[in-house]
């Protein structure tokens, strides 16, 4: 398997070997993109493929629409959790682990199969940015759809411009999370449509637009974020209980709540 099969990366041009690296994947069901900074193209250039290639190990194992995906094989009978790898045996304890937290608004069997991707695509890009650090790659931005892990600064020690996107308009963004380390994951309907199913009625929750939460891990802000949409009007009142990490809910009537520590730079743009 290529590891840079569907994606394509740039250096930008500057005469500092110290530049601006930048690829984009397509894995996971959507799109992956890798912003370096302050970096030599060397180190850049392996850390990338360090990521993509975990990335794409990380779809194998836990697709639902691959037959030959871990997660396949358990759904259908072929294999244990017990049998699985570490990776799938961790993820499918995490899973619990959340659903005890959340009072079973996350949940990995909530559609009656299971499916565990509200915690495994921040779970693999946190591990991505970990494993960056780990190459003593201080300055980059990883993105997957609405999850986003940002480390250090886009350029002379400014911090990250992480935008929420609007979940009435796809041309407009809700709000702007000025970051240096920080996970940002945000749930809603905008990318895959009614996919959120509230655990305890197996219908679709109502009342709400988009969740967002933040905070020192992507895989749990992804499930807590996953889990507060799923309770629909009660999402609110639910993100003031959670210690670490902070929340911005949109209502469908647009009113916006946020817990105090939600770290908003830029009020929402009107969509245009």
């Not at 070997?17 to 992956?32: D, I, P």
């Not at 250039?45 to 993509?52: A, H, I």
Request: hydrophobic share 40%; aromatic share 6%; glycine share 10%.
């Amino acid at each position: 398997m290529s590891s840079l099969q569907g994606g394509h990366h740039r250096t930008a041009p500057q005469q500092d070997l110290r530049a601006r690296h930048v690829h984009v994947e397509h894995v996971m069901g959507t799109v992956v993109s890798i912003d370096l900074r302050n970096c030599a193209r060397k180190e850049a250039v392996s850390g990338t493929r360090s990521v993509v290639r975990w990335l794409h190990e990380v779809d194998a194992l836990f697709s639902t629409y691959r037959p030959d995906s871990a997660v396949s094989r358990i759904v259908r009978g072929e294999l244990t959790p017990g049998h699985a790898s570490a990776e799938v045996a961790w993820v499918l304890e995490r899973c619990e682990e959340l659903r005890r937290d959340t009072a079973g608004y996350f949940d990995a069997w909530a559609t009656g199969s299971l499916d565990p991707s509200a915690l495994v695509k921040g779970w693999s890009v946190q591990r991505a940015a970990d494993a960056l650090e780990a190459r003593d790659l201080t300055d980059f931005c990883l993105t997957a759809g609405g999850d986003v892990v940002s480390r250090g600064s886009r350029q002379d020690g400014l911090p990250w411009r992480i935008g929420i996107q609007h979940p009435g308009d796809s041309r407009a963004l809700a709000g702007v999370v000025h970051a240096g380390s920080l996970a940002v994951a945000t749930s809603g309907t905008y990318e895959r449509g009614q996919h959120i199913v509230d655990p305890h009625t197996r219908s679709h929750p109502t009342g709400l637009l988009s969740v967002t939460v933040c905070g020192p891990d992507l895989g749990t802000a992804d499930a807590y974020s996953t889990a507060a949409f799923a309770m629909g009007r009660k999402a609110a009142d639910w993100t003031l209980t959670l210690d670490g990490y902070e929340a911005m809910t949109v209502m469908d009537d647009e009113r916006v709540f946020l817990t105090p520590g939600f770290p908003l730079a830029d009020r929402a743009q009107e969509p245009r």
